[in-house]
């Protein structure tokens, strides 16, 4: 199941996708104690945040925070996709959540990818992880996480974590989640704004044949699209619901 949410004003839209996952939150927490939660970089941290960090209904004490990609960079960099949740979420809220950054490996994504699936194998107690949401971005040549178009990682089916050394946006090192992980969640959430994205998202969400990254997202539970009118712009009516 698909649905697509759009939003007048990205303010609007950071008011939905705070209701959305305060909502999913509440729900894993009362389930099984725990909300885990894979983020990504990019315009993400900073739509997601805008309403979140305020809302008080939030247990973030008992989230589990993984990143759906991370840049090989220090955690202080301005490319760290951390970095970026850190500045508009972490250091606002007062109950700190569980965290499981990028290990201190330099360029060395192969290092990198091996020590975070570790992590994953630890907190998921070796099963195939089953994150309770997927938060990712759209870029826009249709890639999410560190999976880019044309790229052989959107192949691989044996490993959780995976290095990346040719990225063809900066920095060119980088860890990703896979498809394996991220079609084995328990829903996605894609959340991209502006009027730049309006081309590709038309053909990510109408033109289903091409197979891009963010078309083979295809996850055990449903797929929701959070979207700024700007970037719906494309869109035909029947594509868009209502939050
Ligand atoms: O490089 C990245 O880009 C994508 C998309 O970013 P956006 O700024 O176009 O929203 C992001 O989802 C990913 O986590 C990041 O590493």
């Known amino acids: 199941m698909s649905v697509t949410y759009t939003f007048p004003t990205t303010d609007a839209l950071s008011d939905g996708l705070n209701d ?34 305020q809302n008080s209904n939030v247990d973030f004490s008992k989230w589990v925070i993984f990143w759906a990609d991370e840049r090989c960079v220090p955690l202080d960099d301005a490319d760290s996709n951390y970095r970026e949740l850190k500045t508009h979420l972490l250091d606002a809220i007062d109950s700190k959540p569980e965290i499981h950054t990028i290990g201190a490996f330099g360029k060395d994504a192969e290092k990198a990818a091996v020590d975070y699936e570790q992590q994953l194998k630890g907190y998921f107690k070796g099963e195939l992880p089953a994150f309770d ?38 920095p060119p090192e980088r860890i ?49 699209w959070f979207v700024d009118d700007a970037a719906a712009g494309k869109l035909q009516k029947q594509t868009i619901s209502k939050y």
Request: charged content about 15%; proline content about 10%.
């Open 176 to 224: 990703t989640l896979t498809y394996p992980v991220v079609n084995n969640a328990k829903a996605v959430a894609f959340v991209t704004a502006g009027e730049g994205k309006q081309d590709m998202l038309q053909q990510i969400l109408e033109q289903p044949q091409l197979s891009l990254p963010c078309q083979r997202v295809k996850p055990n539970g449903p797929v929701f």
């Open 20 to 53: 959305f996952v305060a909502k999913r939150s509440s729900e894993a927490i009362a389930d099984h104690g725990a909300f885990t939660v894979a983020v990504s970089g990019g315009s993400l941290p900073k739509l997601l945040s805008k309403e979140l960090r």
């Open 133 to 170: 949401l997927i938060l990712l971005g759209m870029g826009p040549d249709g890639h999410c996480c560190s999976l880019f178009p044309g790229h052989p990682l959107l192949n691989e089916t044996s490993r959780w974590v995976a290095p990346i050394t040719d990225s063809p946006k900066p």
